[in-house]
């Protein structure tokens, strides 16, 4: 499955960004997907996962209560919803797709090219 990371931006402080993670292929309703970012300098963090059907999902306590992941199987799309921005939410932000849910990069085996976000003070 190739996916296309989009929706990244500059935003200030406090406010919302939806990112969007499309992906090609018949089979991405039997994926589970995650989503993950990175500063320069820094190892790839876990953000959040859902599974396949959207019943189960994971988040990374720094952002447990802003960020909501879901997904959309009939477009082939999963979300990233981020409320309440703070600036230490600045990084590239990378979905993927994995066999089951899970909150490491390593488990993952396909990966979209990032999409950057950038949080003002």
């Known amino acids: 499955v190739q996916l296309q990371a989009s929706g990244g931006g500059l935003v200030q402080a406090g406010g919302s960004l939806r990112l969007s993670c499309a992906a090609s292929?018949?089979?991405?309703?039997?994926?589970?997907m995650g989503w993950f970012r990175q500063d320069p300098g820094k190892e790839r963090e876990f953000v959040a996962a859902?599974?396949?059907?959207?019943?189960?999902?994971y988040y990374s306590p720094s952002v447990k209560g802003r960020f909501t992941i879901s997904r959309d199987n009939a477009k082939n799309t999963a979300y990233l919803q981020m409320n309440s921005l703070k600036p230490e939410d600045t990084a590239v932000y990378y979905c993927?797709?994995?066999?089951?849910?899970?909150?490491?990069?390593?488990?993952?085996?396909?990966w979209g090219q990032g999409t950057q976000v950038t949080v003002s003070s």
């Open positions: 292929g018949r089979t991405f309703s039997s994926y589970a």
């Open positions: 993927a797709a994995a066999e089951m849910i899970l909150r490491t990069a390593r488990g993952y085996n396909y």
């Open positions: 859902i599974t396949w059907s959207g019943a189960i999902t």
